[in-house]
Nanobody, 126 residues
Framework: QVQLVESGGELVQPGTSLRLSCTTS????????VGWFRQAPGKEREFVAA????????RYTDSVKGRFTISRGTAENTVILQMNSLQPDDSAVYYC???????????????????WGQGTQVTVSS
């Protein structure tokens, strides 16, 4: 069974940075699309960023463009979400998800992803 594990979430002050990792066990992300989603209390889960491993195509939601970067980790079973200039509105549980056979135009769509992690809490507060 595919397992995704997120790590790196914590309580930070506004304006600072965090680096989230998504690691899969038993396989690599080669050939997969990996997405990050987040869910704040009382809100629906929303798309944040996605990376298609083959070719390196990326997508971001508008609110994080220029602040967040999704990238391959040094190991082929890891994807990184570098989050800079964090704001209180970025507070949420962050989930990573993966899928195969996804076209670029579908990378932002939650229903296209079939493997999900348990999430890591990011809290931005002074």
């Amino acid at each position: 069974q595919v397992q995704l594990v997120e790590s790196g979430g914590e309580l930070v002050q506004p304006g600072t940075s965090l680096r989230l990792s998504c690691t899969t066990s038993g396989r690599t992300f080669r050939g997969y699309t990996v997405g990050w989603f987040r869910q704040a209390p009382g809100k629906e889960r929303e798309f944040v960023a996605a990376l298609r491993w083959t070719g390196g195509a990326t997508r971001y939601t508008d609110s994080v463009k220029g602040r967040f970067t999704i990238s391959r980790g040094t190991a082929e079973n890891t994807v990184i979400l570098q989050m800079n200039s964090l704001q209180p509105d970025d507070s949420a549980v962050y989930y990573c998800a993966s899928a195969t056979g996804m076209i670029i135009s579908s990378m932002t769509q939650q229903l296209q992803y079939h493997d999900w992690g348990q999430g890591t809490q990011v809290t931005v507060s002074s």
